[in-house]
């Protein structure tokens, strides 16, 4: 699992499994976002991300993501999400890229 800090506060991650969780917990991040949507291909349902996640103590939040397709609401939702859960937080997509990009116009809409 490739984690690449963003801030102090904020990690991105390529798609990760069930079987990453444990570490994820381990490393201290105390919450996950999935920006992966469970419609493309090679994502793991979010659900089944989701449910450990919660099963090991941390907060979830499911936005998905349209690769090439970031819109207003997702952008508001990250914001929210990052404003109400716990630090640090892992985002993960398919590579790392789009959650890279949501935080971007996150911390451009805050100023």
């Given at each position: 699992m490739e984690i690449r800090q963003i801030t102090e506060d904020y990690f991105v991650a390529p798609q990760i499994a069930v079987?990453?969780?444990?570490?994820?917990?381990?490393?201290g991040f105390r919450s996950v976002i999935s920006n992966r949507p469970?419609?493309?291909d090679g994502a793991v349902p979010h659900g089944e991300v989701e449910a450990a996640v919660r099963a090991a103590g941390l907060e979830f939040r499911y936005i998905p993501v349209v690769s090439g397709s970031l819109t207003q609401e997702n952008v508001d939702a990250q914001a929210r999400a990052l404003d109400e859960l716990p630090k640090p937080v892992l985002a993960y997509?398919?590579?790392g890229a789009r959650c890279t990009n949501l935080y971007m116009l996150v911390r451009q809409q805050n100023g």
């Open positions: 079987d990453d969780i444990a570490a994820i917990r381990e490393a469970d419609a493309e997509c398919r590579s």
